[in-house]
């Protein structure tokens, strides 16, 4: 059962989306998969996406083609195939390793708000993205991403920082993704013109 939340997520008739909890204003687009996620308000999937597992922040921004949280196989094992782990597909009378599906979901992924995936790029089970971050087009992230950090490339490393130091300490302090939206709308203006630095300045953070 999907949880939706006052302002009703927009969600294309060709998704899927399962066992999941949206927030408000949060759009997913044609084709993406969200199953067992948690998604912050004012986020949003893009085409061809898929999410399993994963509690995602607010304002997060995924573009089309990203895949978070692509779930491991038993390397240890004689064999890599899911026939081990889902033989009910196979054999009758078989039941699926319910041990095995609990052991990838211990490996959840967490990003936090206003994240900026970028296309194409894959988020590996068990890794965390602070708050602010950005992860390049094409990048396959095995390790946590610092807050206000751009990582990017195949393993993703980190590329530099967003912000001179003190920004993100302060943005977190400003926490301004849990405003309400008619404060969000008054404050408009700034977030389009002003810089972070000013932004900041400005209200106090």
Not at 8 to 25: F, K, M
Not at 87 to 113: C, L, M, N, P, Q
Not at 180 to 187: E, G, I, N, Q, V
Request: glycine residues 10%; aromatic residues 12%; proline residues 4%.
């Amino acid at each position: 059962m999907t949880k939706l939340n006052e302002h009703a997520p927009l969600i294309h008739p060709t998704a899927e989306v399962s066992d999941s909890t949206l927030g408000r204003y949060v759009e997913i687009a044609a084709q993406a998969r969200v199953s067992e996620v948690e998604l912050g308000d004012y986020s949003y999937v893009m085409e061809n996406s898929s999410i399993w597992c994963a509690a995602i922040g607010k304002f997060a921004n995924i573009a089309a083609a990203v895949r978070i949280n692509a779930p491991n196989h038993p390397t240890w094992r004689a064999t890599l195939h899911h026939f081990t782990y889902r033989a009910g597909d196979y054999f009758e009378g078989a039941a699926d390793e319910d041990g095995f599906f609990e052991w990838r979901r211990s490996h959840k992924v967490t990003i936090g708000h206003d994240v900026w995936i970028g296309h194409g790029a894959t988020v590996l089970p068990g890794v965390r993205v602070g708050n602010g971050a950005v992860i390049g087009a094409g990048a396959v992230v095995s390790k946590d991403v610092a807050p206000y950090t751009i990582f990017g490339g195949v393993p993703a490393r980190l590329i530099r920082d967003r912000f001179e130091p003190g920004v993100g300490e302060r943005m977190d302090r400003l926490a301004w993704w849990d405003w309400p939206h008619d404060r969000l709308f008054a404050a408009l203006e700034d977030f389009r013109g002003l810089s972070a630095a000013a932004f900041l300045d400005r209200y106090g953070a």
